[in-house]
């Protein structure tokens, strides 16, 4: 089992910054690559960005390529998402997933546990 909870959300306007946390138990998560996943009222669940389980790889999707950066404290069992640049169709509930031992960070992994969540809102 892992327990993964999100925090960090809140509101801010266009053009501002948050930071995401992701504080993992259970299963060893330095040996997990992970990930944030967000989904916006009507929308499906989407990729945003991964790292190995070891921080030297990581992927992102376009549309937050250049303003959104993944990163990982494995002695803390964290996972962040520095979000910059904030635009309102960032505007989701953000998910941090962990993958299968053995999967990559690749958005076709797959993830097999899950956090509550935390909403991002983003004002124009």
């Known amino acids: 089992q892992v327990q993964l909870v999100e925090s960090g959300g809140g509101l801010v306007q266009a053009g501002g910054s948050l930071r995401l946390s992701c504080a993992a138990s259970?299963?060893?998560?330095?040996?997990?690559?992970m990930g944030w996943f967000r989904q916006a009222p009507g929308k499906e669940r989407a990729f945003v960005a991964g790292v190995s389980y070891e921080g030297r790889d990581t992927y992102y999707a376009d549309s937050v390529k250049g303003r959104f950066t993944i990163s990982r404290d494995n002695a803390k069992n964290t996972v962040y998402l520095q979000m910059n640049s904030l635009k309102p169709e960032d505007t989701a509930v953000y998910y941090c997933?962990?993958?299968?031992?053995?999967?990559?960070?690749?958005?076709?992994?797959?993830?097999?546990?899950w956090g509550q969540g935390t909403q991002v809102t983003v004002s124009s």
């Open positions: 259970g299963r060893t998560f330095r040996f997990s690559a």
């Open positions: 997933a962990s993958a299968r031992i053995g999967q990559s960070a690749e958005p076709t992994s797959y993830y097999d546990y």
